[in-house]
């Protein structure tokens, strides 16, 4: 079935606004990834980084919409030399470049990265962002005969595309300057449309452009517009903790969030199309998603990764177009538009500071995402009532909870097929319900608390789970004798507790792996004084490799990962190496604070997850490690991956910053608590690294391969290009 967003009719003035619609949507939608490109050496690569720039994002879209709503004061006229004006005076700021403002003291990223990409886009994206309403508004002011809504589904067509062109074009193609110059151009030309519109306001509106329209229709009252921010809200917040979900409890694909934020903006497309058949069809799908999703969302299923995504991504699809319809069913008289967009914004805003700003010190895990996937069943249009009796209505209750509860045991004991079948009399029973919302609501809460909620709640609030602004960690005791930390679904490190064994090295630090060879080693290496540096500390495994009149220090950006060994949670740093320094803060801006040849060996480890923190792995970045190591110092880099084939982009940027590097892939078998690694070394003095496989015992140090490419560099790297995209695959 097509999808048509626009009415039949109109002539070449409706596709001068459709262009310029297009074209302010496409270009806030590149901007965004752009903008979040250019401050990664500055924030790093965590989820909720770029959980902060929507809500900054969402934030600005209420400011261009409020503006917009304000600007209907006037006469066409008037707004339309306003608004260009406005326009050219906001061109001074770029092209676009990053604020220069001091550094956040830890803990204080949730209000600093914001704040950031606030002062560095602020005035371009709140002036663009204006543009939809704007020109709908523009564009019923010379043909008031026409509804404008239609253009909303073509503003989402945009910025689906100008999402999506970042990371598939402009990022391989071109270096960030050079983007910004695209950009830039791309700014003028929509300024240039936007006079267009403005002479085209008027044209079949006779005094229109000179004389403000006065709405003729009710005003819309103060429930109807609450309504509309809710409905704008929950799909918001939903679309946010979706990817908070996905890389949490499933796995840290990389780009992750690309799915969610394309899925939602195609929901507005099919939600305000013209055309409704699409529309409806999903807005009757919707309850019965909502229940197998939202049970999928609290069950164990861990190592269902790929059909975590499809169900999740599914959800969030479905219930943001059923919301969205129903927020276009509910869309006022043309003469209320720019009203109706400025709740939507602000619904769009509240939903964004749900998961951006207060879940993450409320909640302790992902809790936002079952209570909006609840927020979402009071909301969604449902189905008649049946008319059943209280007890009918009680007995389809008592099956959903049996039904709920059996699936949850079949899909801990690995059984996905069979807790679906399981499930299937419960989402029979809700959607048996439905015609009556409360009932409805009731039933999903039951789905959700008996297929998992109330383990995760228990685990949750009984076992050692905390949260901060880069992640949700859980540590936990396990049954032969090990303390594990996992950072979302990644093992993050694990501790012997068995008597004598405490501060033997595991999972990727073992002594068989590069790090641990090279520690091992350190004396005969780079002498017995070395000063050894480590980005990103974990559970502090690496400290047991210290020996006597070595100096060490850690650099840790996570204050709550810091907290793990100040409060004995994992004893290697306290018992191995008491003295050692521990500096919190991006490490790559803490290293650039140091005098040059400050240590003799450089271990960075500091990827959480399979995600990556480019600004730590270009080009810039080894020439900055190898400067505060010295002419014969060694750095070690860590490039365990799932989804990237990272040695040979390595050895490019190696090759560029005139580094030998060899790397050592140790794979120990069933060595217990040991991890497949691994590890690259890199030294400005060739011989230093030739003699690694005399001095630390083995001959498994390969020489470094090269993919032929450009090196990932500040200004210009792809990640797309060293993916495994079968790694993505199911297993």
Not at 349 to 370: K, R
Not at 685 to 692: G, K, T
């Amino acid at each position: 079935m097509g999808v048509s967003i626009a009415p039949g009719g109109g002539a070449g003035r409706k596709w001068i606004f459709v262009a310029t619609i297009l074209l302010g949507s496409f270009l806030l939608f590149m901007v965004q990834p752009m903008i979040a490109r250019l401050a990664l050496p500055k924030v790093g690569g965590a989820p909720n980084v770029w959980n902060s720039a929507m809500l900054v994002f969402q934030t600005l879209l209420l400011g261009g919409y409020g503006y917009a709503h304000v600007l209907q004061r006037w006469p066409v006229g008037r707004q339309r030399i306003v608004h260009t004006v406005l326009l050219a005076l906001a061109a001074l700021t770029l092209p676009l470049a990053l604020a220069q403002i001091p550094p956040a003291a830890p803990g204080w990223e949730v209000l600093w990265v914001p704040l950031l990409f606030l002062l560095s886009v602020g005035p371009v994206f709140l002036l663009v962002s204006a543009q939809a309403p704007l020109m709908q508004s523009w564009y019923v002011a010379g043909a008031r005969d026409e509804d404008p809504y239609w253009l909303y589904a073509a503003s989402n067509i945009g910025s689906f595309a100008g999402l999506f062109a970042y990371p598939l074009v402009m990022e391989p193609l071109l270096g960030l300057r050079d983007q910004s110059l695209v950009w830039t151009a791309g700014y003028v030309a929509l300024v240039l449309l936007v006079a267009l519109c403005g002479l085209l306001a008027g044209g079949r509106g006779g005094d229109a452009a000179a004389h403000r329209a006065e709405p003729t229709s009710p005003p819309v009252p103060a429930r109807r517009f609450w309504l509309w921010v809710a409905l704008a809200a929950v799909p918001s917040g939903l679309m946010l903790s979706t990817t908070n979900f996905l890389t949490t409890d499933i796995f840290a694909v990389p780009m992750i969030w690309v799915l969610p934020l394309g899925l939602y903006l195609l929901s507005f497309v099919i939600a305000f199309a013209a055309q409704r058949g699409l529309a409806r069809i999903m807005v009757m799908a919707a309850p019965l998603v909502l229940m197998l999703g939202g049970a999928w969302a609290v069950w164990n299923t861990t190592g269902l990764g790929i059909a975590s995504i499809v169900v999740a991504s599914a959800l969030l699809f479905f219930v943001a177009t059923a919301l969205h319809t129903r927020l276009h069913d509910e869309r006022p008289a043309p003469d209320r538009l720019t009203v109706f967009y400025l709740a939507m914004s602000v619904g769009g805003a509240l939903g964004g500071s749900l998961v951006a700003l207060i879940a993450p010190v409320v909640f302790n895990w992902v809790w936002e995402h079952p209570l909006l996937i609840l927020a979402s069943a009071a909301l969604i249009p449902l189905g008649s009532d049946r008319g059943l009796s209280r007890v009918s209505l009680l007995a389809v209750m008592l099956l959903i909870m049996v039904a709920a509860y059996g699936s949850s045991l079949a899909m801990s004991a690995g059984m996905a097929w069979i807790a679906i079948l399981v499930m299937a009399p419960a989402i029979a029973g809700g959607l048996v319900i439905s015609g009556r919302r409360g009932w409805f609501v009731a039933a999903l809460a039951v789905i959700l608390f008996f297929a998992g909620a109330s383990r995760i709640l228990v685990q949750a609030y009984t076992a050692d789970v905390s949260r901060s602004y880069f992640g949700v960690y859980r540590i936990a005791d396990t049954g032969d004798r090990a303390r594990i930390l996992m950072h979302g679904t990644t093992l993050h490190g694990v501790q012997n507790l068995a008597p004598g064994q405490e501060l033997t090295p595991t999972t990727y630090y073992t002594r068989t792996s590069g790090v641990g060879r090279v520690l091992a080693h350190a004396e005969t290496l780079v002498g017995s004084k070395a000063r050894i540096g480590v980005v990103g500390l974990g559970t502090g495994t690496l400290a047991c490799y210290a020996r006597p009149g070595q100096q060490w220090t850690f650099f840790e950006i996570d204050r709550v990962v810091a907290e793990f060994s100040e409060k004995g949670r994992f004893t290697f740093l306290e018992r191995c190496t008491p003295e050692a320094a521990v500096v919190l803060g991006d490490a790559r801006q803490k290293l650039e604070e140091m005098p040059g040849r400050s240590f003799d060996i450089l271990a960075v480890d500091a990827f959480s997850s399979d995600s990556i923190p480019l600004h730590l792995l270009t080009e810039e970045a080894l020439r900055l490690y190898a400067e505060k190591v010295g002419p014969q110092g060694i750095v070690l880099v860590h490039v365990s991956n799932r989804y990237f084939d990272l040695p040979p982009v390595v050895g490019d940027m190696a090759r560029a910053a005139s580094l030998t590097g060899r790397v050592l892939t140790d794979r120990p078998g069933k060595v217990r608590h040991a991890t497949p690694s691994y590890w690259i070394a890199l030294s400005r003095d060739a011989a230093q690294i030739e003699r690694l496989p005399a001095v630390t015992g083995t001959k498994d140090w390969a020489p470094l391969e090269e993919t032929g490419k450009a090196p990932w560099t500040d200004d210009r790297a792809s990640i797309l290009s060293a993916l495994r995209w079968r790694a993505l695959l199911p297993h």
